[in-house]
């Protein structure tokens, strides 16, 4: 009975997390793409926290921390740490990046590469269960170890255009070992694409920039995302959208300060499931040194 329950838990509110961060398309392509890390000069720290609005016990959340700078010319590096709880089972990624940048030109255009490498490890959490914390199906599930895993990804950028794709979790992507635990929902394959449109003269505050994101995720059908940013520049403003084919729509707006950012978004459930599931909120915090 409790093995039922764990994976009521684990899985039914899963659906939340098939939409990841919605800063990724737009303010944090890092969080996603390595070959990302290190591309503007500077020290820059992401933080962004994630829950299904909801009192089903054990909804999602998801917190994540990235840090990423430029050391030396052509070479970024950083950090990527992601923390994610649905029901009982809580999973930490940290990885490392190294991402090398090649300019084809004088006018901000260049080819990047990345490659991340860290840890991944799932626990379930004995302090929320209301059971029998002897079952041995629990005790089975922690003795499992935690396992190397690795990202790799390509971008093509210029002062407007983006273009790129990544391969994130190659472990549960290429090696059946990593089926051992409950790894559905992860993201396997992603490539996104966005265009900066100036709406006024050269210089003028308004950009709307429209993006599509195609993403194959591990035990779901594909998913293509599509939406846009709309900027005010010379205000610190923007509001954006992005729709989901796993039927769902994101809603955002933030302040980008240079130095600093905040953002505030709320992805609605546009399916049958929205009797049952609330939508789910994130806060992200963007400081630029």
């Keep these: ?5 764990l994976l009521l838990l684990g899985i039914f509110p899963a659906c939340a997390q098939l939409n990841p961060f919605q800063t990724m ?13 290190g591309l503007e000069k500077g020290l820059s720290l992401d933080l962004d926290y994630m829950q ?38 809580k999973s930490t990624r940290v990885m490392g990046t190294y ?3 090649l300019p084809l030109s004088d006018n901000n255009e260049h080819l990047s590469f990345g490659v991340s490498l860290g840890i991944n490890d799932s626990r379930v959490n004995y302090n929320d269960i209301n ?21 790799f990804g390509i971008a093509y950028t210029n002062n407007r255009f983006y273009i790129g794709s990544a391969l994130p979790n190659i472990r549960s992507a290429f090696f059946k070992s ?9 993201l396997l394959y992603i490539v996104a694409a966005s265009y900066k449109f100036p709406l006024q003269a050269e210089g003028g505050g308004f950009v709307l ?18 939406g846009f940013n ?29 130095t600093y950012g905040i953002n505030f978004s709320y992805d609605l459930v546009t399916s049958a499931l929205s009797n049952y599931v609330n939508g789910t909120f994130a806060l992200g915090l963007k400081v630029k040194l």
């Design 1 to 5: 009975m409790l093995v039922i329950v």
């Design 25 to 37: 398309y737009f303010q944090n392509k890092y969080i996603y793409n390595p070959a990302m890390a």
């Design 52 to 89: 299904q609005w909801s009192s089903f016990p054990g909804t999602p959340r998801t917190e994540s921390f990235t840090a990423d700078f430029q050391p030396v010319n052509k070479v970024g590096i950083g950090l990527n740490v992601n923390n994610d709880q649905a029901g009982l089972i």
């Design 99 to 101: 991402a090398y940048h």
């Design 131 to 151: 059971g029998d914390v002897t079952d041995q199906e629990l005790a089975q599930y922690n003795q499992l170890k935690p396992y190397v895993d690795g990202d």
């Design 178 to 186: 990593s089926d051992q635990r409950f790894d559905a929902d992860r």
């Design 209 to 226: 920039e429209p993006t599509a994101a195609y993403r194959v995720v591990k035990g779901y059908s594909n998913i293509f995302d599509v």
């Design 230 to 258: 709309f900027a005010m520049n010379n205000y610190g403003i923007y509001f954006q959208t992005i729709y989901h084919t796993s039927q769902s729509m994101g809603l955002g707006f933030g302040l980008d300060q240079h």
